[in-house]
């Protein structure tokens, strides 16, 4: 296995490689698929999933639609790549489109309340269930009982009437004007993969297991209209939770929507518990065992898996629909989520039912400037925590109108450092090669306390109970506390337990993994089955810590028996916990100078038959309970010049050290006594380390790594660096003056605004991100044509010397006029995405002072609307206004020197001077801002930079006679050409097409790029 291991890790196969979503959202073309394909190839990546997303024109699952499949799989084969499916247009997963909730059996259903004074006030709408007599205190309840004749019953003062009843959810746009699916309803599950998964397996069934991996399902649930007081449901509910549970739900509806005096209800854990069985059998269990039919695996992620409360609402146990996924999955959106609650959730499922692959859904919401060390801190800490393949979020087919504002940045050819990507591509091939593999060892299960919030939360309000709350708090704190203190474990669901865990002396296994520890958080309620394993595990022996008091409710019900089982287990508090479970079950210890544990490591370890991996990543700053808040990734700044690891491992042989980076492995000064592995690292800012333990030979070996402090030699000059760009300068256009059937509206408006406005006028919907698609409207002849014009105005202080362009989404549907002369659209290139066009703009039809150009349209609801226009060229721009090009800049944000707009790569150059005759050199660049940076001096190889350190080693490319140049490349990116730009924040926690509609300031947001400070020439002490 390691000879094999090995191999993959010098030349990493597509497995291994992350696989993006497609989005398909356009008119598709396989002429250009392909072609796309290759260029992923090119970029390293392992294959894609071809994924319907707002914009595509392609009739969804019909023939052109499959033509289009099966010319991507035939070239990912060629290429030996992976072709994955994706079960839905758009998302959540499940109306196929609206193909299934067409038939109203199928839609989603939702329960009401309806609180009367009398009868006659009820709307009537909906399907009745039953009728209650109640008496409230504002939202508490003090009373109630059911009653069959609402009309007859006589309330007592302050008494009030309650109809529950359920009705379909709403239709909705983002539905293609239909529901969501009734996730409950196996016949309605059952349906969609009729529609979606049987017409895969007719068309390319015979690539599936092969070519053709897996499907994904995207964020399915059983409540996507979460309101303020709607529940989910479905009309089986009340038949099967009298079979399951003994007892009318009907008589205890109240109990759902209404906070009470007995904070836990057994009705509200009973009928969550339901909601999640039905759930997870319909759904998971249904599209699972079809993927396991069909040799596929299903892989994805549920909506709403980060919280306690949210879970509840959405899904009711993430955990449990994982159990019937193939390859179990998590949704990682924008970087300042630290949700390693999530990825632990899914990972512990997969590893005690033996699941190897686990996927994440990542780099989503994080915008154009989200540079590659994003992608590599998010990735480390993911694979340290146990996920293995990444799906990016996301690559584009098109930025056809509102795709390009699909939650940016496309991590395609639409990004100009698409061709570097590979550099992240095969660090991250490298590592999966060596850590998909083996057994993860983790000694300590926590009881998973979800089931504690089912029993207490009332109503699917946004805002949750203080209880509730200090719920999820303890949730994110006792996973923090462990994690900080380098102990590793995995979460027990409750109901998974009592089918696969069972106490075998000293040990508790769960499935396939076992553990020495366990860890009970304070719950509100604990199952019978999960105490009674407890019990047996502590009789034999086992080492049980529990935090707070027992709980006071077995099964929801009030009972003492918990606190008599308890009294076996060992009491902990949050400051002696991880003391605790350290004597029992600590594998590793990774500490500082101080000998306390380093806080913002974590690790994984694991074992094959003849080889130990260790990875760990440092993720920069310690862990908070803000954890979907965290700071940028730029701006976590720790670093660890010098950490002790020591492992508790029998002998298993020698330590190397493999680099991911480029592929080396190096020494590892290491000793092994009692029972203990003991060596030295250090970690710089979001730095990582992969060590490997064997007998077996690994190849050539390298000396160890050092930590070195260089000083600094020389401080290179802020001003007179030569520039060299990629593309032309830009200046953005989007804000116009327009007219309508020869009308004048007042003032310069956004060009979004502007045509939310025209569809307004047409009596159309605006457009957006939630719209009905495209193939699904109907292509009728207009009813409604406007004569819009737009003019567009701008400054010339200095006429460009040479001819510009003017980059714009489907010219063919205008009349486009420079200062009065209409350009020619007989011959056009592209800029940044093929549908941008550039129209040439010969110099001589611009003028100092103003300029104005004309864009008119005979506008109608079938087009695909207005957007931004860009003017392309060599020329400077300062304060909307063109000036003369730049030939120099000086160290600092280079939006501020002539280039606010600029999109592409930017090389900056200038001589070193002189420099010692002897001593080895390297430039570090402190201060900069964009993706990545590459360094060459002399016309030599670039080095390339993607993360931190931003330092190369020079020495082999110097003269040292004084004529010695340096090249830095800042590789770029759209964000200051696209967007978003009038948010009141530079960097949005979240950026998707709502961003790119907002308007709350009226100057552009841009941001900071290139080198901001001096580079420094250093050299070794």
């Known amino acids: 296995m390691l000879n094999e291991q090995m191999k993959?890790?010098?030349?990493?196969?597509?497995?291994?490689?992350?696989?993006?979503?497609?989005?398909?959202?356009?008119?598709?073309?396989?002429?250009?698929?392909?072609?796309?394909?290759?260029?992923?190839?090119?970029?390293?990546?392992?294959?894609?999933?071809?994924?319907?997303?707002?914009?595509?024109?392609?009739?969804?699952?019909?023939?052109?639609?499959?033509?289009?499949?099966k010319a991507c799989i035939a070239e990912a084969e060629k290429l030996g790549m992976n072709a994955w499916l994706y079960d839905e247009?758009?998302?959540?997963?499940?109306?196929?489109?609206?193909?299934?909730?067409?038939?109203?059996?199928?839609?989603?259903?939702?329960?009401?309340?309806?609180?009367?004074?009398?009868?006659?006030?009820?709307?009537?709408?909906?399907?009745?269930?039953?009728?209650?007599?109640?008496?409230?205190?504002?939202?508490?309840?003090?009373?109630?009982?059911?009653?069959?004749?609402?009309?007859?019953?006589?309330?007592?003062?302050?008494?009030?009437?309650?109809?529950?009843?359920?009705?379909?959810?709403?239709?909705?746009?983002?539905?293609?004007?239909?529901?969501?699916?009734?996730?409950?309803?196996?016949?309605?599950?059952?349906?969609?993969?009729?529609?979606?998964?049987?017409?895969?397996r007719r068309e390319i069934g015979g690539k599936f297991g092969k070519t053709v991996p897996g499907i994904f399902t995207d964020e399915p649930c059983y409540n996507h209209h979460a309101g303020a007081m709607n529940l989910p449901w479905t009309v089986s509910i009340p038949e099967r939770f009298q079979e399951k549970y003994g007892y009318d739900l009907l008589d205890f509806l109240p109990e759902l929507f209404f906070e009470s005096d007995q904070e836990v209800s057994r009705t509200r854990w009973n009928y969550y518990d339901l909601l999640t069985s039905l759930f997870v059998n319909a759904f998971s269990r249904?599209?699972?065992?079809?993927?396991?039919?069909?040799?596929?695996?299903?892989?994805?992620?549920?909506?709403?898996?980060?919280?306690?409360?949210?879970?509840?609402?959405?899904?009711?146990?993430?955990?449990?629909?994982?159990?019937?996924?193939?390859?179990?999955g998590i949704d990682l959106l924008t970087e300042h989520w630290n949700i390693f609650n999530t990825a632990k959730q899914c990972v512990s499922v997969a590893r005690q039912l033996g699941r190897k692959t686990r996927l994440s859904e990542t780099y989503g919401c994080t915008g154009w400037d989200f540079p590659f060390a994003g992608h590599k801190a998010l990735g480390d800490w993911q694979l340290a925590l146990g996920i293995n393949l990444r799906c990016q979020h996301l690559a584009w087919y098109s930025m056809s109108a509102e795709a390009k504002r699909d939650y940016p940045a496309s991590i395609s050819y639409q990004s100009p450092w698409f061709r570097r990507y590979r550099s992240v591509e095969d660090y991250f091939g490298r590592l999966g090669s060596i850590i998909a593999e083996g057994e993860e060892i983790r000694d300590i299960l926590m009881i998973h306390p979800i089931e504690s919030c089912w029993s207490i939360r009332y109503r699917a309000a946004e805002e949750v109970t203080e209880e509730i709350r200090k719920l999820d708090s303890e949730f994110i704190g006792a996973t923090n506390r462990l994690l900080s203190e380098n102990l590793d474990f995995d979460?027990?669901?409750?109901?998974?337990?009592?089918?696969?865990?069972?106490?075998?002396?000293?040990?508790?296994?769960?499935?396939?993994?076992?553990?020495?520890?366990?860890?009970?958080?304070?719950?509100?309620?604990?199952?019978?089955?999960?105490?009674?394993?407890?019990?047996?595990?502590?009789?034999?022996?086992?080492?049980?810590?529990?935090?707070?008091?027992?709980p006071e409710y077995v099964d929801a019900v009030r009972s003492d028996e918990a606190k008599k089982v308890f009294a076996k287990f060992q009491p902990v508090t949050r400051e002696n916990d991880t003391e605790e479970l350290s004597k029992t079950a600590r594998r590793v210890s990774m500490t500082g100078p101080d000998g306390t544990q380093v806080k913002p490591l974590l690790y994984r370890l694991a074992e094959t038959e003849d080889a130990v991996s260790l990875f760990i990543c440092n993720v920069g700053i310690e862990f908070s309970d803000h954890y979907m808040a965290e700071c940028l990734v730029r701006d976590r700044k720790l670093s660890f010049p010098s950490v002790d690891v020591t492992l508790e491992l029998p002998e298993c042989g020698q330590i190397y050290e493999l680099d991911p980076a480029d592929g080396t492995i190096h020494a590892v000064e290491a000793r092994y006594e009692n029972g203990q592995y003991h060596f030295h690292t250090f970690f710089e800012e979001l730095g990582s380390r992969l060590f490997l333990i064997t007998k077996e030979p690994v190849g050539d070996?390298?000396?160890?790594?050092?930590?070195?402090?260089?000083?600094?030699?020389?401080?290179?000059?802020?001003?007179?660096?030569?520039?060299?760009?990629?593309?032309?300068?830009?200046?953005?256009?989007?804000?116009?003056?327009?007219?309508?059937?020869?009308?004048?509206?007042?003032?310069?408006?956004?060009?979004?605004?502007?045509?939310?406005?025209?569809?307004?006028?047409?009596?159309?919907?605006?457009?957006?991100?939630?719209?009905?698609?495209?193939?699904?409207?109907?292509?009728?002849?207009?009813?409604?044509?406007?004569?819009?014009?737009?003019?567009?105005?701008?400054?010339?202080?200095?006429?460009?010397?040479?001819?510009?362009?003017?980059?714009?989404?489907?010219?063919?549907?205008?009349?486009?006029?420079?200062?009065?002369?209409?350009?020619?659209?007989?011959?056009?290139?592209?800029?940044?995405?093929?549908?941008?066009?550039?129209?040439?703009?010969?110099?001589?039809?611009?003028?100092?002072?103003?300029?104005?150009?004309?864009?008119?349209?005979?506008?109608?609801?079938?087009?695909?609307?207005?957007?931004?226009?860009?003017?392309?060229?060599?020329?400077?721009?300062?304060?909307?206004?063109?000036?003369?090009?730049?030939?120099?800049?000086?160290?600092?944000?280079?939006?501020?020197?002539?280039?606010?707009?600029?999109?592409?790569?930017?090389?900056?150059?200038?001589?070193?001077?002189?420099?010692?005759?002897?001593?080895?050199?390297?430039?570090?660049?402190?201060?900069?801002?964009?993706?990545?940076?590459?360094?060459?001096?002399?016309?030599?190889?670039?080095?390339?930079?993607?993360?931190?350190?931003?330092?190369?080693?020079?020495?082999?490319?110097?003269?040292?006679?004084?004529?010695?140049?340096?090249?830095?490349?800042?590789?770029?990116?759209?964000?200051?050409?696209?967007?978003?730009?009038?948010?009141?924040?530079?960097?949005?926690?979240?950026?998707?097409?709502?961003?790119?509609?907002?308007?709350?300031?009226?100057?552009?947001?841009?941001?900071?790029?290139?080198?901001?400070?001096?580079?420094?020439?250093?050299?070794?002490?």
């Open 701 to 1021: 070996v390298l000396p160890a790594k050092k930590h070195t402090a260089d000083r600094i030699l020389k401080t290179l000059s802020v001003d007179g660096w030569h520039v060299r760009r990629e593309e032309s300068n830009v200046l953005v256009l989007d804000h116009a003056a327009y007219s309508v059937n020869g009308r004048k509206h007042s003032g310069r408006s956004y060009i979004l605004k502007i045509d939310d406005e025209l569809r307004e006028m047409l009596g159309k919907a605006p457009r957006g991100g939630a719209m009905v698609q495209p193939w699904l409207r109907e292509q009728h002849a207009p009813e409604k044509t406007l004569d819009a014009v737009l003019e567009y105005e701008f400054e010339c202080e200095s006429v460009p010397a040479e001819d510009c362009r003017l980059a714009v989404e489907h010219p063919e549907l205008y009349s486009i006029k420079v200062n009065g002369v209409e350009l020619n659209q007989s011959r056009t290139d592209w800029w940044v995405d093929i549908v941008l066009r550039c129209l040439p703009v010969p110099a001589r039809l611009l003028k100092k002072g103003k300029n104005v150009i004309t864009v008119a349209s005979k506008y109608h609801e079938n087009l695909p609307g207005l957007e931004a226009i860009f003017l392309l060229g060599e020329f400077g721009v300062r304060n909307e206004v063109l000036i003369s090009l730049p030939q120099t800049l000086s160290c600092g944000d280079w939006c501020e020197q002539g280039f606010p707009y600029y999109a592409g790569n930017l090389t900056y150059e200038r001589k070193l001077g002189e420099l010692p005759p002897s001593g080895r050199i390297s430039v570090n660049v402190p201060e900069w801002r964009g993706v990545a940076l590459g360094i060459s001096v002399n016309g030599g190889d670039e080095i390339f930079l993607p993360w931190q350190p931003y330092k190369a080693d020079i020495t082999d490319q110097l003269r040292r006679d004084g004529s010695d140049r340096i090249e830095i490349k800042v590789y770029g990116h759209r964000r200051n050409a696209f967007g978003p730009f009038y948010l009141k924040e530079k960097w949005p926690q979240w950026t998707g097409p709502a961003q790119f509609k907002m308007y709350e300031v009226t100057e552009r947001q841009l941001v900071p790029c290139g080198l901001i400070g001096a580079p420094l020439l250093e050299t070794e002490e």
């Open 8 to 69: 993959q890790f010098k030349s990493p196969g597509p497995d291994f490689r992350g696989a993006p979503f497609w989005a398909w959202n356009a008119k598709l073309e396989p002429e250009e698929l392909i072609r796309q394909i290759r260029l992923m190839k090119e970029m390293g990546l392992g294959g894609f999933f071809m994924h319907a997303r707002v914009g595509l024109n392609t009739e969804y699952l019909g023939k052109e639609w499959f033509e289009c499949v």
């Open 491 to 550: 979460y027990g669901d409750e109901e998974l337990l009592s089918r696969y865990a069972s106490a075998d002396g000293e040990l508790f296994k769960v499935g396939q993994a076992q553990y020495k520890a366990v860890l009970i958080p304070e719950l509100k309620t604990i199952r019978s089955t999960t105490l009674k394993l407890l019990d047996a595990f502590a009789d034999q022996g086992g080492k049980i810590c529990c935090l707070g008091k027992a």
């Open 89 to 200: 247009d758009r998302w959540p997963s499940g109306a196929a489109g609206s193909f299934v909730t067409r038939e109203d059996r199928f839609k989603q259903k939702e329960l009401y309340p309806e609180l009367l004074e009398n009868m006659e006030q009820s709307c009537g709408e909906g399907n009745t269930l039953a009728w209650y007599a109640v008496r409230l205190d504002g939202m508490k309840m003090i009373s109630f009982h059911r009653i069959e004749n609402p009309s007859e019953t006589v309330l007592p003062p302050g008494g009030k009437l309650l109809r529950c009843c359920w009705r379909y959810a709403e239709k909705s746009s983002w539905f293609n004007g239909e529901t969501y699916l009734d996730t409950m309803n196996e016949d309605a599950v059952k349906r969609f993969v009729e529609v979606t998964h049987e017409a895969y």
């Open 286 to 328: 249904t599209i699972g065992e079809w993927c396991g039919r069909n040799h596929m695996k299903m892989t994805g992620h549920v909506l709403a898996e980060d919280s306690l409360s949210s879970q509840t609402v959405c899904v009711g146990s993430a955990m449990r629909f994982y159990e019937f996924m193939q390859a179990p």
